[in-house]
Structures are given as C-alpha cells and as structure tokens.
C-alpha cells in the first residue's frame, strides 16, 4: 500500500534524523521520500495525529499465546492482533504450548499461521524434549526451520551437565541458548519475594539468591564453554552486577528484564491480587532502582513485556495455588515509558533485542523496508480492563497510571492502527 505520514518525530539514535519532524513516504511497502514537507496526493493514503511520534518497529522478546494447545488463553490470530496494536513489529514466541514446540513441525506450524499478520513472529523453540530437562532437543534442526533460540520457557536447567554439553554443542551453528535464573532447592516451592514486608504477609518467599546462585553457575558454564547465552527477566540488583562482571570479562552473555519488574515492587502484594503473581516475583524497590540503572548502562539489552495469557480458572484462585504470569503488551509502552528515558528505552525494543537474536535490523532511511511503530509518548492515563485486548485479562497494571499511547504500526506492507 501507499502512505504518507505526516509531522512525524522520527527517534532513531543511529540516524541523523533522529528527534526531527518529517514527512514519510511509503510506496509498496518501501520508504521513497523523507523531508521536512511531502506533498499529498489524492491516490495515497494519509496519515496525521496528535504528537505523533516513529521509531523503527518494536520487538518483544517474550510473549506467551496458548496455541497449539491451550486456545482459551489466546489464540496466534488474537495475540498477533494484540501484538500490532500494542505497537510490536515483531515477537519472539514462547513453547509454552501443548505440545511444546520442541521439534521442526511445531516450529513450522507456529510461521505458518503467523504469516498473514503484520507483525513477524520469531519461534524460540525448547531447549530440551519436552521441556522436562532430561535430554536435549534436535536444536540444529528447529533452528534451520527457523527458530532462533532455544529456551525451556519459566524451567530452570536443573543439570550442569546439560547445559554445559549444550553450550558446546549449539556453537557449531552459532546458537543462542536461554537459561532461566531460578535455583529451584533454593526457591523451594515459593510463592512471592523474601522481604520483610512479604513476610509479614505470610507469603512463602523467594530469595534473592535463588536467582543470583543459579546466575553463578551458569556463568562459569558459559566461561568454561564458550558459546552465546541469554539470562531472561532477571529480577535483583546482583544478577545485574553478575552480568556485567561477565561482559566485562569477554563473555558473550546477554540479559533481558520485564516491564513489572521495572515498575512494580513486592509492595502489591498487599491484597493477595493473583494478577501480580510472577515468576520471578515482583522485587523491593531498591531492586527496581537497580534494574532501570541496568537498562540505563546497558548491561540489559532488552526490554521485554514477558505476555503469558492466563484463563480465569488458573489465576482466580488463592494467590499460593494460582498459575505465575501476566499479560503485559498492552499496557507495555506506558508502563516502561514512565520510568525510563524515551531515547534509551527505544533501543532496547528495537536494536538491542534484533542484536541478540541475530535478527535483520530495519532502518529509518530511502529505499529501505518500512517496518515503523507510531505513538504518542506524552499523554498521561490510567489503565483499565476496557484496554485489554487478549483473550485472558490477567494484567498486574489494572488501576496503574501509564504515559504515552500506542497509535499502531506499519510492516509487511500493512498498516494497523488502535
């Protein structure tokens, strides 16, 4: 299609027409003109709002549907839709299936029903056969059908062995390897963070060091191994330290953080609401303080919503038997964009993530591929179950003021728009 956006302010930190207001022409999909003033023409399609800002397309490096398997939760068409409007370009899709997508036909399945939709959607298929830990799955052969990590989703890796043999092996064909910081004798069947205040609750509590002892090992498996490995959405201010003492070192070790543990703390608790039961659990609020300066010097790459659906019967319940997660790409954009710097934060959902992942980088310029996410980053509101536009409405950020709006995106030749 053709459009023509216009007054934009592009924010690009890699272009020179970053923080400028321009005009945009898009032909067949291509960007073919940016300027300060385009001249409309009646055969193409305008675009004009309020403050309205471009960045490239926005990805999201964690988000849970529930099909194959579990379609009450969400369903691919419903959460792509959510994705686009949420202001995502592209997602990286967890194998918290059933079956798990831990072979090359699940891995196929999941591209194929996400092929018409606007945003791309990028499998992460099981580390392991089904996503139990015992024994490695065929890596070499999702990866050729395009996976492009391998994680065994919320599931730490209990044997050292495992993922040391693993590591080694993902090097002959330059695999990224996702190992979820939890040291589960440790966690011990916890249900919230250690704190004093979580005590007082009586809620089971989950040290720090659950996530930190994991953190070590893991890191002398890399240092022994070589190899390239992801720590997904560390919780406490020494798994921040850890990190950067490793890439410091040389190490090729990455690390991502999820919108509410960038903005919520343990303090939600207070009436046993089961929307803000995650894993790992909401942390104090020295700990948040510690995560956003991790973003901000960039020992964290990525930013990520962590969007797992969950059906009414599996999150209305006691908080000690309801299922952890919640979903978080609606309400992502305003919540991040309260607490962290416009500029910074662009980064770490568009560059940064596509880095780790070895994925295609877009660009803002003539001739390329428009792949943008249009907002309004001022606006302040509250969020509501009105805004929610997943099957499951398990959201930790109900009654949360947010600032900034998604408008939509434009990619794969598609326009969608809020």
């Excluded at 092996?169 to 330059?174: G, T």
């Excluded at 509410?260 to 609020?285: A, C, G, I």
């Excluded at 964290?300 to 309801?322: Q, W």
Aim: proline share 4%; aromatic share 8%.
């Amino acid at each position: 299609m053709n459009l023509l956006i216009k007054s934009a302010v592009i924010i690009d930190k890699k272009s020179p027409l970053h923080r400028k207001k321009r005009d945009v022409l898009i032909e067949k999909g291509v960007i073919t003109k940016i300027a300060a003033t385009i001249k409309a023409s009646k055969s193409i399609k305008e675009l004009k709002l309020p403050n309205l800002h471009l960045s490239v397309g926005w990805f999201d490096s964690s988000v849970s549907f529930g099909e194959p398997g579990y379609e009450e939760r969400e369903t691919i068409k419903n959460g792509m839709q959510t994705a686009a409007k949420s202001g995502f370009t592209a997602i990286a899709i967890n194998p918290i299936t059933h079956p798990i997508t831990d072979n090359r036909a699940s891995v196929e399945y999941l591209l194929s029903k996400a092929s018409p939709f606007a945003t791309d959607l990028y499998p992460i298929a099981s580390l392991t056969k089904k996503a139990e830990g015992e024994e490695m799955a065929e890596l070499y052969d999702m990866q050729q059908a395009g996976a492009i990590a391998f994680n065994d989703y919320k599931r730490p890796i209990k044997n050292p062995n495992l993922l040391k043999v693993t590591l080694q092996y993902a090097q002959a064909f330059n695999g990224l390897l996702m190992s979820f910081p939890k040291d589960e004798l440790i966690s011990n069947q916890a249900v919230a963070n250690e704190s004093d205040f979580t005590i007082e609750t009586g809620l089971k509590g989950n040290p720090n060091l659950a996530e930190e002892l994991q953190i070590i090992r893991d890191l002398y498996l890399l240092e022994y191994t070589g190899g390239r490995l992801h720590i997904p959405t560390i919780s406490t201010s020494k798994s921040v330290k850890l990190i950067n003492d490793a890439q410091n070192k040389g190490l090729d070790i990455t690390c991502s953080v999820s919108a509410h543990h960038l903005t919520l703390s343990d303090q939600e608790l207070v009436n046993f609401n089961s929307n803000y039961k995650v894993n790992p659990p909401l942390r104090t609020k020295k700990e948040i303080k510690a995560l956003q300066k991790g973003v901000k010097d960039g020992t964290i790459a990525i930013v990520t919503s962590d969007h797992r659906p969950l059906d009414i019967e599996n999150k209305k319940k006691e908080f000690d038997y309801a299922k952890y997660g919640t979903i978080g790409m609606e309400s992502f954009f305003g919540a991040v964009n309260s607490v962290l710097e416009l500029d910074d934060f662009i980064d770490n959902i568009t560059y940064k993530p596509r880095a780790v992942f070895h994925i295609n980088q877009p660009e803002i310029k003539e001739g390329a591929k428009a792949n943008l996410t249009f907002f309004e980053p001022d606006t302040k509101w509250t969020f509501s179950e009105n805004d929610i536009l997943s099957t499951s409405n398990n959201s930790a950020f109900i009654g949360k003021d947010l600032k900034g709006k998604v408008y939509g995106i434009f990619n794969k030749n598609k326009l969608v728009l809020t």
